[in-house]
């Protein structure tokens, strides 16, 4: 069985981690890995067409690949935030080096907004993040739009498991282009549909 949900554990061992945002009447939009060649241009044109604002969890690397994406994301008023330099696993990496990848993310992205690669961070980590004045942000939703072995109708069935306050996590990543191509747009307005505002992760 697949977790959409984030686990009763993981709220526990990180408490001041952001796991649902605050207005019950809103979704937040949160796209993961960019900027990318593939999707980034084409994910603004969709929000700015939309007129919603959402955060943009992007890899230093990709910044660093691609800085007039990462301009015209912060240039479109959307959020941002880091996501290390190069996707680490923190359960696969020593404190040292996480946190080292952390601060180097954070010299391309300016944002105290932290979002763990694959949701995945020792308590030690966590501890050394917040001590860097950071706000660690999960999610409530997830939308497994990276994953090809999701059929699409699968996931628009999945919509309907949204509420409000929910943080959903969407990915700025070629793994995930030929299902938001087909999807974002009716996700948006499936949401609308359903009354939701959209707001962005406050830093
Ligand atoms: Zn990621």
């Not at 980590?125 to 997830?142: A, D, G, N, P, T």
């Amino acid at each position: 069985m697949r977790i959409y949900r984030s686990p009763r554990l993981l709220r526990w061992l990180f408490p001041s981690a952001i796991w649902k945002g605050a207005d019950e009447h809103a979704v937040y939009l949160t796209f993961d890995d960019g900027p990318s060649q593939e999707l980034t241009l084409w994910l603004l044109e969709t929000l700015r067409k939309a007129e919603i604002k959402a955060t943009f969890f992007c890899m230093g690397n990709n910044v660093k690949k691609h800085p007039e994406l990462y301009r015209q994301i912060v240039a479109d008023g959307h959020e941002v935030g880091n996501h290390t330099m190069q996707h680490e696993n923190g359960l696969k990496t020593s404190v040292g080096d996480y946190l080292t990848s952390v601060k180097e993310a954070r010299k391309q992205i300016d944002s105290p907004l932290f979002r763990p690669p694959y949701g995945k961070l020792s308590v030690k980590q966590y501890l050394e993040i917040k001590r860097l004045h950071m706000k660690v942000v999960f999610w409530s939703w997830l939308s497994y739009d990276f994953d090809p072995s999701q059929s699409m109708d699968q996931l628009k069935n999945k919509l309907h498991t949204i509420n409000g306050g929910d943080i959903l996590v969407f990915h700025d990543n070629p793994k995930a282009a030929d299902t938001l191509f087909e999807s974002l747009q009716y996700a948006i307005d499936f949401l609308r549909q359903k009354a939701f505002t959209f707001k962005t992760i406050q830093p």
